[in-house]
């Protein structure tokens, strides 16, 4: 349901996010902590950067700001990580690059 700003989430939807979260954590040997870790910098800066659109005009050149932002403030966060999720944080945040690295148009010379 949609009321003027505010969406309020059914308790299923909330269930069934949280089911997969916990599913995909199983399945990859992920702590959980490191994927909410991961979800909320993905709010963040998608936050930041419609802010940064609407209040300071500023473009967006790029699809690939956003998961660049992304892995920079993990890799900044990294500080606040238990001892025992840092590897399986910097193995995520090199897959993202990875991914991230293959999505980016090939260089023509011209331009």
Known sequence: MVSGWIYHASCETVDCLSSHILTFCDNNQIPVRVVLSLLA?????LWITRNNMVFKEKLVY???TVP???????????????CED?????SMVQKMKDAVANLRPTRTGIG
Request: hydrophobic share 50%; net charge positive.
């Open 68 to 82: 660049f932002l992304v892995t920079s403030n993990l890799m900044r966060w990294r500080k606040l990580f238990r």
């Open 41 to 45: 910098a993905m709010c963040w800066n």
């Open 62 to 64: 790029s699809p690939l």
């Open 86 to 90: 840092l590897c399986k944080l910097e």
